[in-house]
């Protein structure tokens, strides 16, 4: 299994949908977790970080498996603003302290 | 400025060229990050330092890559006899407290014709 792996997109949907992105990772000693949103030719800034088993902010909830090593995150009542790509991203432990971004999920919200 | 600065935020160079990029990181950020990013995929890691010294370099994809970070602030990536699939993003980021949030500057655009 690759260190991180996402979804295959791009997903395109109409505003007010409910979408989930699904990212998978291979380090079972990881303990942090981030979601990312990079805008078209911007550099990527930190959208939620999960520490346990999950985590709340408005529209957007991230969400940690464990035992099936994956995070999720649900974005609900789309707007056209949210249109951008997701990067998941997975640190490790120790003194290798590198994160790993996986390859991105680029959402299109439609009118 | 209050952010990550890069430069240049373009570059266009010749193959077998030899070309510096620069980092400046946040004021007291002691984690300092490169990464490379071609179009359609997420940020790829090269290297991390911890105050002056790198402490992970596993992403550097050969020995023409090099970085340094010698008085623990601004950072320098160094590539030598540049090839066209050097051509890429190159993105700087820093941190507080790693492996926490990475605050990232707008890039350096590498173009080798």
């Known amino acids: 299994r690759k260190e991180v792996e996402q979804d295959p997109g791009p997903f395109n949907v109409p505003e007010g949908a409910t979408v989930a992105f699904n990212c998978t990772y291979s380090?079972?000693?990881?303990?942090?977790f981030f979601w990312y949103r990079q805008d078209c030719r911007k550099e990527p800034k930190l959208l939620m970080s999960?520490?346990?088993s999950g985590n709340e902010d408005g529209r957007f909830t991230a969400q940690l498996n464990r035992a099936s090593q994956y995070i999720s995150l649900l974005i609900r009542d789309s707007k056209l603003s949210d249109s951008a790509t997701y990067l998941c991203v997975v640190p490790y432990t120790g003194a290798n302290s590198k994160l790993t971004f996986g390859k991105g999920i680029t959402l299109s919200v439609r009118p | 400025g209050a952010g990550v600065s890069q430069t240049p935020s373009n570059k266009v160079t010749e193959k077998g060229k030899y070309v510096e990029l620069r980092c400046d990181p946040i004021s007291g950020h002691t984690a300092l990050y490169w990464y490379r990013q071609s179009l359609g995929q997420g940020p790829e890691f090269l290297i991390y330092f911890q105050g002056t010294g790198a402490a992970d370099d596993s992403g550097l994809p050969n020995d023409r890559f090099f970085a340094v970070r010698p008085e623990g602030s601004v950072s320098t990536l160094k590539i030598q006899r540049t090839e066209r699939g050097d051509s890429a993003v190159y993105l700087c980021?820093?941190?507080?407290?790693?492996?926490?949030?990475?605050?990232f500057g707008e890039g350096s655009r590498l173009t080798v014709l």
């Open positions: 980021a820093s941190s507080q407290y790693p492996p926490g949030e990475l605050f």
């Open positions: 380090n079972s000693a990881s303990q942090s």
């Open positions: 999960v520490y346990s």
